[in-house]
């Protein structure tokens, strides 16, 4: 019996060194529970976190989106008004082209008629000049018909 006293002893100590050693693995599992909560509670805070980070986000994202829908629409209706702007610049430019050439050829008009009229009044004093110089010809021409007329009267008297 006294084996069977030690055995049980022996056995008595293992049981109590398996206790113990299931009291310490139970200790640590319910160590390891409260860890596991505490990060489990931690994890659902950041999750709860960043699903409203998402959601304004998303949020962000739909203002966004929906503010470049309508700058692209406004640069498209300034593009458009641009376009258009360039086509009346050009349809001005053309006809001030042609205004400035109408222009110039007013200009030139002006100046060929300023010329024609500067040498129509030379022509008029240079006609006048002729007029006078005709005028003293002819006077000459009478004078010299009138002496030749006395001349040969006064002759044809001498003669007779």
Do not use: P, W
């Not at 640590?28 to 999750?47: G, M, R, S, T, Y």
């Amino acid at each position: 019996m006294c084996e069977d006293a030690i055995q049980n002893d022996q056995n008595d100590v293992e049981s109590v060194d398996e206790r113990v050693a299931l009291a310490n693995l139970i200790a640590n599992l319910k160590l390891d529970v409260d860890e596991n909560k505490k990060i489990q509670k931690q994890l659902k805070k950041v999750n709860t976190t960043l699903a409203q980070e998402l959601k304004e986000c998303k949020t962000i994202l739909a203002k966004t989106s929906k503010s470049l829908g309508e700058s692209i629409s406004v640069r498209d209706s300034f593009l458009v008004a641009l376009q258009t702007k360039q086509a009346e610049f050009e349809k001005y430019k053309a006809f001030n082209d042609r205004t400035v050439d109408y222009d110039k050829l007013k200009r030139n008009l002006n100046e060929t008629l300023g010329q024609l009229a500067l040498k129509y009044i030379e022509i008029k004093e240079g006609l006048k000049t002729k007029a006078y110089e005709i005028s003293v010809v002819k006077h000459k021409h009478d004078e010299l018909m009138k002496q030749s007329l006395l001349t040969k009267s006064h002759y044809e008297g001498l003669v007779k």
